[in-house]
Nanobody, 121 residues
């Protein structure tokens, strides 16, 4: 059983910053990649940023230059530093991980429970 525990959401004014954290626990052989998705009311869930075990990163165009994803392999954790936040960044942010639970086994996708980020004056 694998669990993803998120923290760090909240209410912030436009132009402000927040840092999201997510730690994976449980039966883990290899974490292939970790990342963050978000879902705003009435919209589809979208990729925000992703980082592989080799530290290759992917960002949505809308957050490039403002958000930074990083990873601590020793802690099975991923972080999202969000700067220059805008009202359109308001959404529930979900941690996502692709994990191999057994050596040589299949890779499964896991989701956190979500954390609310609200950008408003």
């Amino acid at each position: 059983q694998v669990q993803l525990l998120e923290s760090g959401g909240g209410l912030v004014r436009p132009g402000g910053s927040l840092r999201l954290s997510c730690a994976a626990s449980g039966s883990i052989s290899t974490i292939i990649a970790m990342g963050w998705y978000r879902q705003a009311p009435g919209k589809q869930r979208e990729l925000v940023a992703d980082i592989t075990s080799g530290n290759s990163t992917t960002y949505a165009d809308s957050v490039k230059g403002r958000f930074t994803i990083s990873r601590d392999n020793a802690k099975n954790a991923v972080y999202l530093q969000m700067n220059s936040l805008k009202p359109e960044d308001t959404a529930v942010y979900y941690c996502h991980a692709r994990i191999r639970v057994r050596t040589g086994g299949a890779v499964f996708a896991y989701w956190g429970q979500g954390t609310q980020v609200t950008v408003s004056s």
